[in-house]
């Protein structure tokens, strides 16, 4: 339990104690389950250029993070899309 964050250890501790009750149907547990593989599914390519300062700092930080830079990127770019990584500027 020690290489969870202080709040993934709430969450854990809250279910654990049984504080969490299913929603839904479990025939909705299909629909949900296709729609978290869409999410997550990569069929396309792209290639882009960056310079190798920012492609250095990516492969810092995707090392931190345990994760291949090319998923630390692609999670970038989809937080952005989906409106949950925003500019400061916003």
Do not use: C
Not at 48 to 74: F, H, V
């Amino acid at each position: 339990m020690s290489k969870l964050e202080k709040e993934e250890q709430d969450i854990l501790r809250s279910y654990e104690a049984g504080e969490w009750t299913p929603l839904g149907k479990k025939a909705d547990l299909g629909r949900y389950q296709k729609y978290a593989r869409a999410t997550f599914q990569k069929d396309r390519r792209v290639n882009i250029r960056i310079s190798s300062k920012d492609l250095a700092g990516a492969q810092k930080k995707a090392m931190e993070e345990g994760i291949p830079y090319q998923t630390l990127i692609s999670s970038v770019i989809h937080k952005y899309v989906a409106g949950v990584l925003v500019s400061k500027r916003a």
